[in-house]
């Protein structure tokens, strides 16, 4: 009989470079696309259910920016600046902060989709209650119940996309979840460009209370979205898991090879971590390979955050102030615009993950930021210097675009899809978690120190970005490995090494087809085993 390779095509010191043999062979010949392959259609749709999370979070992101924007909105809060300003903004992450691990451990406990849920519900009585806010007191408690209900939605949400997935979409889907984060944006940032003419309290109240409508559609939506198999597998509902790899993936076809091939992988992935499944949240450092992942999993919220476009994010009405635009439609509507240019230019870097790799599109991303925050910087610092130049001021804006396209086509994208891939099952929603946690830590002191910086040392608080640039770029590059073309639990053997990966392989192998002999199977695994253990030693350098 002809063995089916088992090799993992690592070449170099960066990794896997294509998708695996065995998963290539099981693969249905469908020419059809997704969309028109019901299963597959049908299985998008539910994970388009759980983008909302991040369409949620965006909403918000850019609602607070455009607001502070309006005229009726800071004559109402008295203007509120610097430490004001900042605590406005800031409150609603410190819920993050508080409940990141909670929620966690409640997705691994309940399940992705009842996690979900609990945060949906949560943000709504916020929004509520902000819709509804007399004063700023009010004001603040609902920014910090809607961020507790952010927070509890959100951690799920990646990790769900990711393990629902079908195998070859996986890479874009998971890129495509912060990439939402943009549709949010563009709907609160026109919203509130329409609502600056009303002149009245709405003009505020009207996006405040809107930020309802995705979680309502959020909520409706989650009925139909299938529970995660992996999580089922981990629960122990084997026959649950196996049903929605045939649903789903192999499109009714319970006889499919994908399905056999999904389902050795994942229960030989989870069964092998059972000794460490109780070790609790001492999981992500365990070893050299779960401290390293960790770290890499929180830098990557740092990468999001503290890479110059905190400043931008939520405080662009500043910046534009900086340079001379003080209007309230000028704001609104550069605010508008940028949010539909960063949504499409985050969706080009998506499908680009697996054309280039998650490593290198990091690499542009970041070395791209690099320049074009440089150029920026010494723009502004030119026109706040003595020169006022018109001219100058427009071309801060255009590399506000500029920047921003970087920082789409890479660090958006990946946020949240590296880590989820680089995690094992076990540290997965607690990993994410972490990276939750130290987003939101970030974000936190973006909100809160930013307005208070530009209002004391304006563009000379950009060489603070500047310095940190260099750092993201020099750590990505001697630290982020490749995991271009692996399932999720492949990946592992690119961090963990040669041993841990010949025993879940060995797991995997000792299930094959029906007929071999007692040592075939056993030459076979043997040389699996040796093959990995090759592989791993090259990836690893």
Known sequence: MERRSSSLKMDGPDGPRDIEDRLAHV?????KPWYLTPHLLKLNLCIGVVFLSATTMGFDSSMMNGLQGLDTW???FDNPSGTWLGLLNAVMFLGGVILAFPAAWLSDTIGRRYTIMIGIVILTLGAAIQGASQNIATFIVSRFIVGLGVEIAIVPAPVLITEIAYPTHRAKVTGLFQTCFYIGSIASSWITFGTFTLGSTWSWRIPSIMQAFFPLVQLVGILFVPESPRWLVSKNKLEEARAF?????AGGDSSHPLVDHEMELITAHIQSETEIAGMGWSVLWNTAADKKRLAIAGFAAVISQWSGNGIITYYLALVLDTV???DSFTKTLINGILQIFNFFAAIIGSFCIDRLGRRTLYLISCTGMLVTFTIFTVLSAVYL???NSESVGRTVIAFIFIFFFFYDIGVTPLTFAYPTEILPFHARQKGIAFTNLCNTIALT?????????????AWKYYLVYLALLVFITITVYLFFAETK?????????VFDGPAIAAGWYRRRHTTDEEGDSHSERHNDTDDADKEIVEHCEKAQG
């Open 385 to 387: 210097e003595g020169t």
């Open 27 to 31: 693969l249905p010949q469908n020419p």
């Open 245 to 249: 790899l045939v649903t789903y993936h």
């Open 485 to 493: 073309g692996l399932s999720l639990e492949e990946i592992s053997e």
């Open 445 to 457: 002191f973006n909100t809160f120190v930013n307005p208070i910086a530009l209002e004391a040392i």
């Open 324 to 326: 001379g635009i003080k």
């Open 74 to 76: 800071m004559s109402y």
